[in-house]
């Protein structure tokens, strides 16, 4: 289940991670909005045509709700009549996804490797791109004494193998902390069932109060010099600009879909329509989408 979470719970991403989510949000604006949590719940269960008696994978009721709530609670206990994200409010009336209370472990598990593989890996790309350097680094807690061991055990290594070796033991790292911590909740807390870990009232698997707070300091580092580093925020400009200008022109004009997308738009009213076409742009890789966004756009050699 913990691996089901984690290759599922992002599939509702669209093109160019959150700066695309921005885009399709403010565009969706008017038919309802984007979610990309939703989306991943669209794709499970709606999108994938893999099956001749039903749409979407057949997933569990489990693997569902670990999508649904890896982040936490969905609602507050005190607002169970909170509105709702359609799909989401859908789902939940088929299998009562406990909105309220916390994922299984399972999905706590997926939740907490996603946070720790993309910290690691962006210092590695930030390094990778040259928009931080090591020098930079040496202040921060935990990374700061992972470069100071790197340095005095392989003095002469080359930067690239440094780069490697401080995202490994990174990981490495936050890893461990969660393992000692959450077996110390674990055996605080004594669960019985299932039931138990969803009622704890926190999350049961978690770091430990210094990890979170060297997370924090991390993650406000990389927002100041690289999340928000001018190369990034031109990227970032760039991406928002193409899905923006491609939803808004295969609204206009639907017949630039695919014709099996073009059949999916018979009939439907113009909320419907956008969703749909939503799901089309959202459902693209980056390249893809460059690539549609030339055949659209641009005057050239691709024409179909």
Known sequence: IAEAVALAHDLGHPPFGHAGEQ???KVMAPFGGFDH??????????LEEK???FDGLNLTGETLEGVVKHNGPVINKSDK?????PTIAT???????KLDLYAPAEAQVANMSD?????AHDFNDGLRAGLLQLHQLEGLPVVGDILG?????????????LVHELSR????????????ESVSVLTALNPQSVDDIRSAGRAVICHSAAAADALSQLRAFLFKNSWRHFKVNRMTSKSKHLLTELFERLLEEPNLLPTEWQTALENKGQVQEARIIADYVASMTDRYALLEYERIFETGRILV
């Open 91 to 97: 789902l939940n009336s088929k299998w009562d996804l």
């Open 51 to 53: 099956y001749a008696d």
């Open 81 to 85: 009549h909170a509105e709702l994200r």
């Open 169 to 180: 033991r990174l990981i490495s790292h936050f890893v461990q902390d969660i393992l000692n």
């Open 37 to 46: 949590n939703e989306q991943s719940v669209r794709v499970l269960t709606l």
């Open 149 to 161: 061991e790197l340095h005095n055990r392989y003095p002469n290594c080359a930067q690239t193998r």
């Open 115 to 119: 946070d720790i593989a993309y910290l």
């Open 23 to 25: 885009a399709m949000n």
